[in-house]
């Protein structure tokens, strides 16, 4: 492809600006449909118990209640809301655990009956009138607790006890002989926390059955096609008459709707076949807290062998997070926090093994990064106690080790670009790297500044089903229309992928149409997860571009009566690269092919490759030695996307990274109090960052342009905070001396620590 | 294809049947949307003035108006609410002569002003504080009057006088020759009344307007694509950014908005525009009436020479219809009239000369036959009169000349099937054709038989622009998708292409879905019109599902290791026509295909070609010579439709034009007082044929299956009204021996026919 784009690499108009702007834009909880009832949940109060009884008739029985749905009365066909039906691919097998209701109650939250009423506050008072008999059960909160033989089963399990799916292992060379041969052997144990997806809108879903059966569900899910196949298989409807689009807008995801929006589609789907009218199920706070997927916590253990020359010789990591409750992507963090683990650094010798574990807590799931930030917050947390450990600059010691493309690597695909280095360099120099020895360190506010490297996936393949299809048409003016069914939850899709679009068929921004998130409108597309939209989805519009440009310029070549190699477009002109008299409005070609009956259909179907990102963040912080407050002087964030599409829409992606990476680095943590019951359940009193906590932040944008990506693009959905908590605890240290194995660094840790260390 | 279709034929329950009978099928009068807006529109009390003054301030200052727009302030840009701009392919070029608003009423019922409001109480109001001052022009209501020298202008024309687009001359032979050689000569002029869809449902749109400008359209058109081609034209937006959808249900339209629905899209869009709010305008019944397309009337005059054995050696057609006072279709009614008139019966020496002429009137567009029952009341009359001369059995007269499959004629494409004397045959039986000399003339109550022969059109092609893309997807568990841009106006459009889609991928009916009637959703289809949904769209639907087959059978073929051409599939089963033990579910291969990140996605783009149905209409009628009241007894209508898809939908589709035929032939006709006003402007005025009036009707199918059809089917949506005229009027004067040469046989005509004749 030409390096002088017209559209891409253009910070354009977002396409969902004005209507954001002017509070126009429409999400599921705007949809109002003719006859809509209102769902509420009733949500088990326990940690795990068995249903002995439920008696719905009084809530049947108050004016205004349609339907009480509970595990008696909907389908008993188990599910995993996170979609491992479509992405789970042979030998693996999906791990489906879930029931819309069932008859045991597995954490504080779990679902065990839903009304749906013509006002909220009327379907809020019949949850109180249904009444539950428990039979309580034997609890279990922590991974390690509930591996042991006495623990509690929350789920039968083949690879070992409370473990959902299979465990991963990943090896290269001879770790043994590696540590053998080592100079040093460093190990570590870090302990990471829950941190929540806090995306702006929770969970929400309307169902609408037809009269004949056929069902409609808008609802915040990031993949309607594989959300769609979820649905149709729990109420036995073929896939064809179950249409799930967005409408269209998400106010975020980070993951916590992969697959369904926690149990927001099924129970307003069961509501509406019960009560036969539509329902829209829209989770308040406290429910997308304690029911909805949150980041896995757990443990990652590091061992690395090092030369004398700070060479790494062997590296084992070992990994066991908390599932909660329900597998939902348990199966698959603990192998992507191993594979990420071991890929940032080149290292002959290297193991993984890792798995998750039931316990009578709220699922874990996706959530940005998805395993990465627990691996590099304990990687890059060692690398730092290796360099001093070696006497050595932490940025040199990365720059022996780091990844370099051609060296072999644990991941099934190669590595055909890198900007890593790159990125140190130049976040390096934006932080000023070499102050970093001579920040002050007297007095009760000390600095520090530090840094960490990562890289992430720009899809899932091969570790998951992952392909997109795609149509691009001409319309008979010469405009262009997409159809994708990726939604857009906020990161810009739509305008990305419509600027491939006019790039590939030469138009202008503003000729471009664009329908997406729509499973009637579109093909199938596995949807927006693993960074993967650019990257992968727009690959496949790229694609369907492609194939409908080589219809214009072999119909125009006709038309001209030249070869169609010369011909180009550019600004929605058809020119002779070879003769400038030869000139045709590309319109024109489209409406003299519609009178010869003739559109230009394009359809592109693509497995994607796949394409690591790179980042180095660099970190100053400011630690009061008082009160243990960390404040963040200025964080640098160098990233190698391969090409910025839409440069604010990647720096937005960035800078949005970081600020959570913030929150995961010093204050984000959901904790559990001793009956199982979050204790953190509200922005009230789980410590997002606010706009005042977030410091000056510098995006750098690396574009080392992978042959595999569309124009070289590579995911950056993920990357902003993979390193960021590793970036700040190594400040943090080189401030204060002190060395934290958890986090959050809360201002109580911190304080604690200080105090200890007196 | 093979012949023991598995869906195809079967007369399965309709896809529309539950929601409809259920009243829960969504049209355009029920779409509410946030903040909606009622328009209302001002109309000329004038039949022919210009605009001297509009005041449309009082209006504006009502409380709770947001919106008038005139003339002044809305585009003028010229179009032709037929979408002829979308259809007309060169040398034709498109007549458009309509604004949205002109300066210039050329009918009483024109489009003044229009207004948004906040209720339709309000809109009506404000439309009387609209101030007009009006400078009346000389007006013209008669087309042979209109083509004066000293007529008044309506449009400037270069083919001649008043006369819209260009005169139509169709010739074979030499048809003076045949005069001179033939044995006799007859010829007779018939005059056609103005007769109105009168479709269930008026005309109705609904526009929505982005804050970024992207234009959201649903409306009652037929043709979704060719009318966004108008809006996005008349406005200035690329056409990715205008979608024009049904929503999906049009209750009826019989050709009354083949484009536009009248103005109510462009009007609804206007006025959303200057609001910046969503508008709708529904036409109540006597704005359909004034201001909506009708049946084109006019003078039909045929010549035709007969050898004594009775062979037609020589035929003339000459028509001249009234356009009223806009072109719509008055450029294409006037070609089909002609072509079809000369077509049904061979004749070596032929010519027609035909156009429309503008007048003061309402303007006459598509109505279902377009031409032909105008061409074959004069032609089928005239016939019977010829037989009579002879002493010849109609029928018999009717067999000698009729077209049979190799002949020459007039269409730019071939016979290559016909059922029509089949059609003769059994509709001869069923009513007793032998019965007819023996008929009672005796008392008051006299009754008669009679019979008329037609022909039509599969679609339009290649008279005009004509094509058809459809998508056919299968779904991961093995059911099917049918994306295609034709709407289905209760014809059961929905329903046909589902089977179709069934049949070619070897699924049960339950199995498909379908998105129709959707620019956003669907590539480029013309819509439905000119009889082609099933023939044409059903083409592009099938090549669709091909398509996809061939992905199937390929992938299968590799999964089971035979030969693809070997498999077939029927219920879902996927087996090899060799072997028995090998079988496979479509959704297993499905599922498979989705584990190796592939979807079966089929294109089809098709440029259709063409194929005559065939027809034998029968009438047996009882004319009381007291009353003049003409009551029919029993009709029967032989088609040859091809294929019956669904025979259930081809009977109602025969029965419905039967009963349009019946008031046709007997009741319907729009008069004007010498001031341009309708006189019959609403369901009270104008005499449909109610349920009392239609009689025992006997629809016989008959199969010649054409090989350019999808199964071999044939356009139905027409026929049932071609002949019906001909063989009521030919029945009339078999009961009472006098000939009508004008229709509709009121008793009021009948009545007074016979009291002159006494």
Chains 1, 2 share one sequence.
Not at 273 to 302: C, N, W
Not at 386 to 392: C, Q
Not at 515 to 528: K, L, M, N, R, V
Not at 543 to 564: F, H, I, S, T, W
Request: glycine share 8%; hydrophobic share 40%.
């Amino acid at each position: 492809m030409k390096k002088d784009y017209a559209v891409v690499g253009k910070s354009v108009r977002r396409l969902d600006a004005m209507e954001k702007a002017m509070g126009k834009a429409t999400f599921t909880t705007d949809i109002k449909l003719p006859g809509m009832l209102y769902g509420k949940v009733l949500r088990s109060p326990h940690p795990h118990a068995r249903i002995v009884k439920i008696d719905t008739s009084k809530a049947e029985a108050l004016p205004g209640v349609k339907a009480v749905a509970t595990y008696l009365n909907t389908p008993r066909v188990k599910f995993n809301t996170s979609a491992t039906s479509t992405f789970t691919i042979p030998p693996l097998q999906p791990v489906e655990d879930q029931y819309i209701f069932d008859s045991v109650v597995r954490y504080v939250g779990d679902e065990v009956a839903a009304v749906a009423a013509v006002s909220k506050s009327i379907a809020q008072e019949a949850l109180g009138l249904i009444e539950v008999e428990y039979e309580l059960l034997p609890t279990v909160f922590d991974p390690l607790e509930a591996m042991k033989d006495d623990a509690p089963v929350i789920h039968e399990s083949e690879a070992g006890k409370n473990i959902p799916g299979e465990k991963i292992h990943i090896e290269m060379g001879d770790v043994e002989k590696g540590f053998n041969e080592a100079d040093y052997v460093f190990e570590h144990t870090f302990k990471l926390p829950v941190q929540k997806q806090a995306q702006m809108e929770t969970q929400a879903a309307v169902a609408q059955v037809a009269v004949d059966g056929k069902v409609t569900v808008w609802s915040t899910t990031q993949t309607p096609h594989p959300s769609r196949r979820i649905l149709a298989t729990i109420f036995g409807i073929p896939y064809s008459k179950v249409r799930v689009l967005n409408p269209p807008y998400i106010g975020g995801g980070f993951g916590v709707r992969i697959g369904l929006s926690a149990k927001a589609e099924p129970i307003a789907l069961a509501l509406a076949m019960l009560a036969k009218q539509p329902v829209k199920v829209v989770y308040d706070r406290k429910e997308d807290f304690i029911a909805s997927d949150t980041r896995h916590a757990g443990y990652v253990t590091v061992k690395t062998g090092v030369n004398k020359d700070g060479t790494f010789n062997a590296r084992k990591i070992t990994a066991i997070l908390n599932s909660g409750a329900y597998c939902s992507w348990s199966a698959e963090a603990p192998g992507v926090l191993g594979a990420m683990g071991l890929s940032i650094y080149y290292c002959p010798n290297q193991l993984y093994d890792g798995h998750s574990v039931y316990t009578n807590t709220t699922p874990a799931g996706a959530m940005r990064g998805f395993g990465n930030p627990q691996a590099m917050f304990a990687v890059d947390s060692q690398v730092d106690i290796i360099a001093e450990s070696l006497s050595m600059d932490p940025l040199e010691l990365r720059r022996k080790n780091m990844m370099r493309t051609g060296q072999p690597w644990v991941l099934p695909y190669p590595c055909l670009s890198s900007g890593l280095e790159e990125c140190m360099d130049r976040g390096a120099k934006e932080i000023g790297w070499e102050r970093r020895t001579k920040l002050s360190k007297d007095g009760t506010k000390r600095r520090g500044m530090g840094m960490a490297i990562g890289t992430h996936v720009s899809n899932a393949w091969p570790f998951c089903g992952d392909y997109s299809n795609a149509y691009v048409t001409v319309q008979q003016d010469g405009s262009v229309h997409v159809a994708s069914g990726v939604p857009d939850m906020g990161t810009g899709t739509m305008t990305t992928l419509s600027q491939m679009a006019a790039e590939i068929l030469g138009v202008t921004i503003d000729q471009v149409g664009i329908t997406i998130a729509d499973t009637e409108s579109t093909p199938f597309e596995i949807g927006s997860h693993a960074s993967r939209t650019c990257y992968a989805s727009g690959t496949a519009v790229v694609a369907a571009a492609q194939d409908a440009r080589k219809q214009v310029v072999e119909y125009a070549g006709k038309m001209l009566n030249v070869n169609p190699d010369e011909l180009d477009i550019e600004e929605g002109i058809i020119y002779s690269t070879l003769n400038e008299e030869i000139r045709v409005p590309l319109g024109t070609v489209a409406i003299e092919a519609h009178l010869h009956g003739l559109q230009f259909i394009g359809v592109g179907k693509i497995i994607p490759q796949n394409a690591p990102p790179y980042l180095a963040h660099f970190a100053e912080v400011e630690v009061d030695t008082e009160t243990g407050k960390v404040s963040i002087i200025k964080l640098v964030a160098a990233h190698d996307v391969g090409k910025a599409i839409h440069p604010i829409i990647v720096e937005g992606q960035l800078e949005g990274g970081l600020a959570m990476g913030v929150g995961y680095a010093l204050s984000e943590e959901i904790k559990y109090d001793s009956k199982g019951k979050q204790l953190n359940d509200g922005f009230h009193k789980y410590m997002l960052p606010t706009a005042m906590d977030i410091p000056e932040m510098k995006a750098i944008i690396v574009e080392a342009e992978d042959p595999t990506g569309p124009f070289g693009a590579k995911g950056v959905g993920e990357t902003g905070l993979v390193a960021t908590a590793a970036a700040i605890a190594n400040a943090v240290y080189e401030a204060i001396g002190i060395r934290f194995f958890e986090i959050p660094l809360t201002e109580e840790r911190v304080y604690k620590a200080l105090k200890e260390r007196k």
